[in-house]
């Protein structure tokens, strides 16, 4: 099973130290994106990268629609990849969806996981009467059909709102070049359980310590969602960073390596 799993997900290990580093990146990227901020931690920790199942370089015929109409279904393939390399006291960094899924992945198996840090989070998208999340169900919904419709032209607009810092173009560049390399009927799929879920439920059931990095100017997953995942949760720390647009580890590694450092050190 364990060679299976490495390849599924397309495992690598890295670093010199003991304690483990999982590291989970969002919807339509890949374990490249990391690649800023993992040389700040190689000496002092074993960092674990993945490529979700549909994403990267993983083995695409893994791929089960109804295994993953949820993302209890790429939860469980994080905690087969602890398993699988026999990991504890993980410390579980998902970026944007993929904090959701460490959320997930921490209930069913807390055991296995010493921290979380969550970049850029969100429960739940979609506003209702009691909760904001950035976008009307019917955005949610236009926003899909025109990913449906047009994945390439979609992927063009939406990753310079995603990524921000407008200065930068290499970034937005290089995240709408990851959406464009992902299979379109997989990448619609996999936004449909990212866009149209609702997690509000289980995050009252996390007890492991979490420290949530939220951006600011950040139009996926605004301020107010960070600060009512922090409320939310048992045993959290947020800190709204200087950084904006939603992928701080990419558009601001340096502090994004200060605050996650800062945080483990103090715990």
């Known amino acids: 099973m364990t060679r299976d799993v490495i390849k599924r997900n397309n495992v690598t290990v890295h670093g010199e130290g003991t304690q483990v580093m999982l590291m ?11 690649r800023f901020i993992t040389p700040a931690f190689r000496s002092k920790y074993k960092i674990v990268l993945f490529d979700h199942v549909g994403s990267g370089k993983s083995d695409i015929s893994a791929y089960d629609y ?23 006291n993980v410390i579980f960094i998902g970026h944007s969806v993929a904090a959701m899924m460490g959320l997930l992945a921490t209930n069913k198996a807390p055991h ?10 969100s429960p739940c998208y979609i506003n209702d009467e009691t909760y904001y999340g950035g976008f009307d169900e019917a955005d949610i919904h236009e926003l899909l059909e025109s990913l449906d419709s047009n ?53 009252s059931k996390l007890t492991t310590r979490t420290l949530i990095l939220q951006s600011t100017s950040d139009v996926i997953a605004p301020e107010v969602v960070g600060k009512y995942v922090n409320e939310q949760l048992q045993n959290s720390t947020i800190v709204v960073m200087e950084a904006t647009g939603h992928c701080p580890h990419m558009s601001a590694p340096k502090e994004t390596i200060e605050l996650v450092t800062k945080f483990l050190a103090n715990i």
């Not at 989970?24 to 990391?34: E, I, L, P, V």
């Open 112 to 121: 296995l996981f010493d921290t979380l840090i969550m970049v850029s989070p």
């Open 151 to 203: 994945y390439l032209g979609w992927s063009g607009a939406i990753t310079p709102v995603i990524m921000g810092n407008a200065d930068k173009p290499e970034l937005s560049k290089e995240l709408e070049n990851s959406f464009c390399q992902n299979n379109p009927k997989i990448a619609k799929h996999f936004a449909n359980v990212t866009f149209l879920g609702d997690n509000r439920h289980d995050l």
């Open 66 to 88: 109804k295994k993953y109409a949820s993302l209890q279904g790429y939860a469980d393939d994080i905690i087969e990849i602890c398993e699988s390399l026999n990991l504890k």
């Open 24 to 34: 989970a990146h969002g919807y339509g990227c890949d374990q490249n994106m990391w």
